[in-house]
């Protein structure tokens, strides 16, 4: 008794807790007797919460034949056995001679207080028996982690229901242990359980198995259909009715029992599937009885054609394993993710409309007399397949199918029919498009293969025909796969049946406007043009195309497809027609002559909760990646005007684009009108404006890998040598002041906080792995042109004790050969340059332009030396904050403040060699403003 206590001593509750909760057991506190006692409802705080809530009190009384065994054995039982469906334990008491137990409150009370009442519906009670049959099953198996639990007292008595009507088994002082993960569990034991319950054979033989349990649950199942106990006492007499019932259900005179409020609320096949799996939990021979895995499993198709429509009853009848739902919704929720049905044979999902996507395997399209059928074999797979048979191996992209439409297609829609396959060989694709080639009927036609999904980057799709899924729902193909621009082996999934969406606007499909039509059967020609250069609509002034993320035009939702629409001049006679040149639109572009210019455009395809940027699209005098524009705009009947100065080529069209806003669409029209307050920089014909969806980058600032902690890093000596450089010892004799250590963790911590080198020039350091680290200062580094005038001043600010401080010029440069010993071999390092501005920062708002030739303003890149401007935002009210504007620049070179005070930007990469690398960086202003009061330290090297 004493070592019981101790073992369950976290859910001991006081006695005189209780005592206060049921306020001295009175009886206005019963909510319930049985065969331990009374059960009386009290607030107390438990084992599983701080806080008091309503709990359950149960409290022994040994006159109704229960005692301190079942008291203990409840007790160890709710302890290891948690479970949904089961009553949960939350404490106990066991003083003064009371044996008190404390479980979860059960608002709704016993299941036997509704079986009469007409206002517990046949769903509802359909559901209890599903959740009891649950808690059941996980006493019989409980994943075979523990004994098995014969629970001995089934009963609707036994059956607690909580204030949501969610069903659970209490009740466990009858319960008996046996082996886990056998089939059967027999034990011999005295007389248990409920008269009208008990299983015929335990009364006969005194021997327990977990079919007797089921025996019960049978008799719960028929009290529940009939709506009455199993059992009266009548003049003293005990009168069971499961004979009876058994007898009716053999007879077909179910009618004759069945409480008749429920039968008008019953469908048929559900009552005949719940009627059929009560009857077999009655059995004689336990043997035929069901485990009660097959019980829950019956009951829940019960439930299923109750709930569910006739055609989505069919699609749970056909299910390849019992889908568990409880209402239409949940059956709903389950075909969005995706469900097998005909043994595992068609997989079939909803999308947001709820039209069927009907996939099915590869196994039952396949000809017979595939000539390459010799070469090929099956490959199972769960990576590579969702159905059970696997995929269709085969190493040639030659193969027969005849195929029918399926069953469960959604009447009246658009289909695409695709081939949707793995291959061992798809690098290649990820930055191009590969063709199929086939035949259907004898005419050859082509697909694009494209990712499913692009961040698995394994299943690929390429469709072979659309349909109405009305107009041909006798569908007959013969396609012969002819031909694939990838090689290696080829895992052939299945024949997916996806509708396709329809793009509207103006409440007219757009497909009609659009040639050739999205939903078309496509030759390999017309294939080539649509998906290589987009599709025109309203008389070709607006062009409809792909984005990054998509593939297959006809594929592709309508919030991944950008487009642009073309400019209206802000004064017709100063725009001449630039011919059509690189651009997407018959009217070609547009000369501005070096004028202001405005447009006025209406996007009426963008799609809710899209964030989009809004270009301009441009030809440039320059063939750089990226360029200089410097183009003041802003929009009309507002006073504020926003500058973006770098523009970025495209490599399809080479194109400039120069992103001029953001906005995030709610699906209505956007109607814009920008005016441009200057005609830019290296403008030399304007197409349009572009529409793109926002790409996030990733965040660009630097990692300062010098944080870390010496002092409390552990390590050997071994540990902190691996991390020092092997020539660290001639390095060290170069330092200005006497270095002294005694570990090699000492050696390191000099090493990783850095020392100056002899002449005072450089600042020698390592970083956290081991890497050489080097400050230069800017008289080691920089050379001074005779286009500018500088001067250099003594500094405390600066390690080095000096600065270049320029008083006037537009350009500067950095030239100087970096030594093999200076730096770490085989290493990539990024170059900074450490820098301070001016308190008029006016001049140095625009980006500088870097090169390695001196005098070329081309093959360069461009560096921040202030922040650049933010892309200005459209439409957010104040209060609405629905995205992160991101800034313009999408480069990494952008200044980033130091913990020193100083600035620094990335200013150019190099790989080191056994030899020297030669360092010849020329900064010059892009438009040559002066760069008076640029202060710079020097050059900094970190390996990347």
Same mark, same amino acid.
């Given at each position: ?35 331990? +006692? ?70 709704? +009370? ?197 709930? @569910? ?13 019992? @889908? ?169 999934? +299945? ?274 792995? +081991? ?174």
């Amino acid at each position: 008794m004493a070592s019981f206590v101790t073992e369950f001593k976290h859910l001991e509750i006081q006695l005189e807790d209780i005592i206060s909760a049921t306020n001295n057991f009175d009886e206005s506190k019963v909510i319930g007797r049985g065969g331990f +006692g009374k059960v009386y409802a009290g607030e107390l705080s438990h084992s599983q919460s701080e806080e008091k809530s309503l709990v359950a009190i149960k409290r022994l009384d040994r006159r109704y034949g229960q005692g301190d065994p079942e008291f203990f054995k409840e007790i160890r039982m709710l302890s290891c056995y948690r479970h949904e469906n089961l009553i949960s334990l939350l404490g106990f008491c066991c003083q003064g001679g009371e044996m008190i137990l404390i479980y979860e409150y059960a608002s709704r +009370g016993s299941l036997d207080r509704y079986l009469s009442s007409a206002d517990l519906t046949w769903t509802q009670r359909l559901r209890i028996c599903i959740d009891a049959a649950k808690g059941l099953r996980f006493l019989h198996d409980p994943n075979g982690t523990q004994q098995r639990v014969l629970h001995c007292d089934i009963k609707s008595a036994n059956i607690l229901l909580d204030k949501n009507m969610t069903a659970k088994v209490s009740d466990f002082g009858l319960s008996k242990m046996g082996p886990a993960n056998q089939q059967y569990s027999l034990l011999i034991t005295s007389a248990v359980g409920t008269p009208g319950y008990c299983d015929p054979l335990y009364m006969q033989t005194y021997s327990l198995t977990k079919e007797s349990d089921v025996y019960s649950f049978g008799v719960v199942l028929f009290e529940v259909l009939c709506g009455r106990l199993c059992f009266e006492i009548s003049n003293g007499q005990l009168k069971v009715y499961v004979p009876l019932w058994r007898k009716c259900y053999e007879e077909n005179k179910l009618d004759e029992i069945i409480l008749q409020d429920l039968r008008k609320q019953m469908q048929l096949s559900s009552l005949k599937k719940f009627s059929d799996i009560a009857s077999q939990c009655l059995r004689n021979a336990r043997e035929e009885r069901p485990t009660m895995s097959l019980v829950v499993e019956k009951l829940q198709i019960a439930l299923q054609m109750q709930v @569910l429509p006739k055609e989505y009853a069919k699609i749970a009848n056909a299910a390849a394993d019992p @889908l568990p739902c409880r209402s239409l919704e949940e059956f709903k929720e389950l075909l969005s993710k995706g469900v097998l049905l005909n043994r595992g044979e068609t997989w079939l999902s909803f999308n947001d409309k709820e039209e069927h996507h009907v996939m099915v395997s590869i196994e039952e399209y396949l000809s017979l007399d595939d000539p390459n059928r010799d070469y090929n074999d099956r490959y199972s797979s769960n990576e590579k397949s969702r159905f059970a048979v696997g995929c269709y191996k085969t190493t040639l992209m030659e193969f027969k199918l005849r195929v029918t439409a399926p069953l469960f297609l959604s009447p009246d829609v658009i289909y695409g029919l695709s081939l949707v396959l793995h291959a061992s060989e798809i690098e290649g694709m990820k930055q191009q498009y590969v063709g199929v080639r086939y035949k259907i009927h004898g005419e050859t036609k082509i697909s694009i293969l494209y990712f499913a999904d692009k961040k698995e980057g394994k299943q690929l799709v390429a469709e072979l025909y659309q349909f109405n899924s009305t107009e041909e729902s006798i569908l007959d193909l013969e396609i012969f796969l002819e031909d694939c621009g990838l090689s290696g082996e080829f895992y052939i999934e +299945g024949i997916e049946f996806r509708p396709l969406e329809k793009v509207v606007i103006a409440n007219q499909e757009i497909v009609r406007g659009v040639v050739p039509p999205l939903f078309y059967r496509f030759t390999e020609e017309e294939s080539k043009v649509l998906l290589s250069q987009g599709v025109l609509l309203n008389g070709g002034k607006m062009w409809l195309s792909v984005n990054e993320k998509g593939e297959h035009i006809e594929r592709i939702y309508i919030q991944s497809l950008p487009f642009r629409l073309p400019l209206i001049p802000f004064r017709k006679e100063d725009l001449l027609v630039h011919g059509t040149l690189n651009s997407r639109f018959p009217a070609g572009l547009y000369q501005i002559n070096g004028k202001r210019f405005k447009t006025h455009v209406k996007a009426e395809l963008l799609s809710p909760k899209i964030t989009y940027t809004v270009n301009l699209v441009y030809r440039s005098y320059s063939s750089d990646k990226q360029v200089y524009v410097d183009l003041k705009y802003r929009l009309r009947g507002e006073a504020t005007t926003s500058v973006v100065y770098l523009a970025n080529r495209r490599q399809d069209d080479w194109l400039y684009v120069a992103e001029l806003y953001q906005f995030t669409s709610d699906g209505s029209i956007v109607d814009l009108e920008i005016i441009f307050e200057n005609s830019g920089t290296d403008i030399d014909g304007v197409e349009g404006i572009l529409f793109q969806p926002l790409e996030k980058v990733e965040d660009q600032s630097l990692e300062d890998d010098r944080v870390e902690d010496i002092e409390t890093t552990s390590g050997s000596d071994t540990y902190w040598e691996q991390k020092i450089p092997n020539d660290y010892e001639e390095t060290l004799k170069l330092s200005k002041v006497s270095l002294e250590w005694k570990t090699k963790k000492e050696l390191y911590s000099i090493l990783f906080k850095g020392f100056m080198l002899g002449n005072g020039q450089q600042c020698f350091s390592v970083d956290k792995n +081991g890497k050489k680290c080097q400050m230069l200062s800017a008289r080691a580094a920089t050379s001074v042109k005779e286009e500018i005038d500088s001067n250099w001043e003594s500094s405390n600010e600066s390690r080095f004790g000096e600065v270049l401080v320029i008083t006037a010029g537009y350009k500067f440069k950095i030239k100087r050969k970096i030594e093999p010993q200076e730096v770490s071999p085989e290493t990539a390092y990024t170059a900074y340059i450490v820098f301070k501005l001016p308190q008029d920062l006016s001049t140095f708002e625009a980006p500088m332009f870097v090169c390695e030739k001196d005098g070329y303003m081309s093959d360069g890149w461009y560096i921040y030396l202030v922040s650049p401007p933010v892309t200005p935002v459209i439409g957010p009210k104040s209060d609405e904050n629905t995205y992160n504007p991101l800034n313009r620049y999408k480069g990494n070179a952008l200044p980033q403040q130091r913990t020193d005070g100083w600035m620094e930007v990335k200013v150019w990469q190099f790989k080191t060699t056994t030899e020297s690398v030669p360092m010849n960086l020329y900064f010059e202003h892009p438009v040559k403003k002066d760069l008076k009061g640029l202060m710079i330290q020097g050059i900094e090297l970190k390996p990347i």
